[in-house]
């Protein structure tokens, strides 16, 4: 058989420990036989992190503005313990907060459904996508711990020296104090990558926040959302007949859990760290999610939404039999091929990217699976567990049979 041919490199984002294992496993087996792999390769990796002094990661989050589309393995966040584990110069940052913070994006997670796990919600079909907005808030805040009696004031200086100054409370005892910000471009970039992201895919689009108690700050993001969506984006989700609609965060879960999934879910930042890690659980597993980071500009960045799964590496590296599950990589790397495809009008690209997919959910459904998803099997279906080699091969073997 003749390989599937790309034009564009795909900017390629190696990573850490069970994951780094698991991303040579899936291009030896899954890419490399079938598909002439042109990637930009880039080591994310925490030792070449630290060799090049984090230079990696911004390279290869400039290589994504220029070629727009990155596939990205999962990678350590230093934390003390791994400054000594790897004997750092510094405690780099997140890969993926230096990334985003170049790139500018929103990130899109949706769940992967299979017949044999049911959500805990029982109405739920279709998958939900949280769009967390990736930037500020209380991420990005100011925190006071007040010992005593005094007063806490708002004071803004802008830049020709006018002064805004409100007096927050003034405290008769101790207390917490805290200042949180966003940005107008910011808050801007995040509706527009949501707009493209519900054309894309053409689902509708809900967005909710707390404005009748936040009558300025999330106030200016209801306002910032209707306004891009009536000016730029009404007359193309008219003509796909998709929706978007605002509502109140509390209204808005209720009606989440009432709905059958099937669209995106907006949130701004806090409210997308919380709901993302309650949607992904209701739906089975994180190692079941797919994450991507879109930025306003058309740049796509594809990742799974799990860690390295360090435990299971320190398993792996004392030569035990490890079961990790690899389809959240897997789909990683197949909406990366698939957008490459689209961008540059390669039919069998995509193609392959579709077929992989489906190969991965059939051997799913023929029972065979990781041991994370075995215990979450709804009664009345079979299912056993194999290694992550023994089922990579499985997945192969579905492949190749839709390949001929
Ligand atoms: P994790 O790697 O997501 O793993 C936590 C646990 O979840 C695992 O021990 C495992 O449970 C289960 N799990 C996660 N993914 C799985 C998979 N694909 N297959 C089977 N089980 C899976 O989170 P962590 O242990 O908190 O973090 C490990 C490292 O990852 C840290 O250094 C952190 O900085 C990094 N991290 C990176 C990213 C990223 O790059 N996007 C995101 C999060 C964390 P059992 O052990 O019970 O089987
Ligand atoms: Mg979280």
């Known amino acids: 058989m003749e390989k599937i041919k790309m034009t564009t490199p795909l900017v390629e984002m190696d990573g850490d420990e069970m994951t780094r ?17 042109k990637t930009e390769y880039y080591d994310l990796g925490l030792v070449e992190r630290e ?20 596939v990205k393995c999962a990678t350590i966040t230093p934390n003390k313990q791994r400054v000594e584990e790897y004997n750092l110069t510094e405690m780099w940052k997140s890969p993926n907060g230096t990334i985003r913070a170049i790139l500018d994006g929103t990130v899109f997670r949706a769940p992967i459904l299979i017949d044999s ?8 079909k279709k ?11 209380v991420y990005k805040s100011t925190e006071h711990r007040v010992e005593g009696p005094g007063k806490a004031e708002l004071l803004f200086t802008g830049e020709d020296g006018t002064q805004f100054r409100e007096t927050i409370y003034d405290f008769e005892c101790g207390g917490v104090l805290q200042g949180q910000y966003n940005k107008d471009s910011s808050i801007c970039s995040f509706a527009r990558s949501c707009f493209q992201y519900a054309i894309d895919t053409k689902q509708d689009l809900w967005f909710a926040t707390k404005d009748t108690i936040s009558k300025k700050y999330d106030q200016t993001f209801k306002l910032t959302f209707q306004d891009i969506f009536d000016n730029e984006y ?27 999934g099937g669209y995106i879910w907006a949130c701004k930042n ?13 739906f089975g597993s994180l190692a079941m999610m797919t994450s991507v980071l ?97 089922f990579i091969k499985a997945i192969r073997e579905r492949l190749e049979k839709k390949l001929a």
């Open 21 to 37: 294992i698991l991303w040579q496993m899936i291009k030896d087996e899954l890419l490399i036989p079938f598909v002439d792999l």
């Open 51 to 70: 060799k090049t002094k984090d230079q990696v990661t911004i390279d290869s989050a400039n290589a994504t503005k220029k070629y727009g589309v990155a």
């Open 117 to 124: 796990i049911k959500p805990a919600v029982r109405n739920w």
């Open 127 to 137: 998958p939900i996508t949280i769009a967390r907005h990736a930037y500020g808030d």
């Open 234 to 260: 009404k007359a193309k989700f008219d003509e796909l007949g998709i929706e978007y609609f605002y509502t109140l965060i509390d209204d808005a879960v209720a009606r989440v859990i009432r709905s059958e």
């Open 270 to 282: 806090y409210d997308g760290d919380v709901m993302s890690d309650m949607v992904s659980t209701a």
């Open 294 to 390: 879109v930025s306003p500009d058309g740049n796509y960045e594809y990742e799974a939404a799990h860690g390295t799964v360090t435990r299971h590496y320190y398993r792996y590296l004392k030569g035990e039999d490890t079961s990790t599950n690899p389809m959240a990589t897997i789909y990683a790397w197949s909406g990366a091929l698939r957008k490459r495809g689209e961008l540059d009008g390669l039919t069998e690209l995509v193609d392959f990217a579709d077929k992989l997919e489906e190969a991965c959910i059939d051997t799913l459904n023929d029972g065979i699976m990781t041991k994370d998803l075995v215990g979450l099997v709804s009664e009345g279906y079979e299912a056993h567990a194999v290694n992550s080699i023994g």
